[in-house]
């Protein structure tokens, strides 16, 4: 079974910057992604970023492009979201999440295609 475990969740001023964290366990597939999504209230979850499970391929969300980086360490069995940059519209959620479908990671990195998620962290934002 697999199990996501977030963390680096936290508050920053505007401009600055966090990198979450995503523990893996319990992971046989060898497709599909993983990545993280976000929601912020009183808004549906969104895709912000995934990666392929061979790292081959990723997808940023053009609201995070040039600001935030995914990675993965697969020794660790560990995805990273690196995010700079922050901005008041960053506030939300932010979930890890994962699936093994067969898509591009652009198609898997929506919430409709997810098999498993974390329980999430809270990244905030304030001056």
């Known amino acids: 079974q697999v199990q996501l475990v977030e963390s680096g969740g936290g508050s920053v001023q505007p401009g600055g910057s966090l990198r979450l964290s995503c523990a893996a366990s319990?992971?046989?597939?060898?497709?599909?992604?993983i990545g993280w999504f976000r929601q912020a209230p009183g808004k549906e979850r969104e895709g912000v970023s995934c990666?392929?499970?061979?790292?081959?391929?990723?997808y940023y969300a053009d609201s995070v492009k040039g600001r935030f980086t995914i990675a993965r360490d697969n020794a660790k069995n560990t995805v990273y979201l690196q995010m700079n940059t922050l901005n008041p519209e960053d506030p939300a959620a932010y979930y890890c999440?994962?699936?093994?479908?067969?898509?591009?990671?652009?198609?898997?990195?929506?919430?409709?295609?997810?098999?498993?998620w974390g329980q999430g962290t809270q990244a905030t934002v304030s001056s």
């Open positions: 319990g992971f046989t597939w060898t497709t599909g992604a």
């Open positions: 999440g994962a699936t093994p479908h067969i898509q591009p990671v652009e198609t898997l990195c929506h919430p409709y295609y997810i098999t498993d």
């Open positions: 990666i392929s499970t061979d790292a081959s391929s990723a």
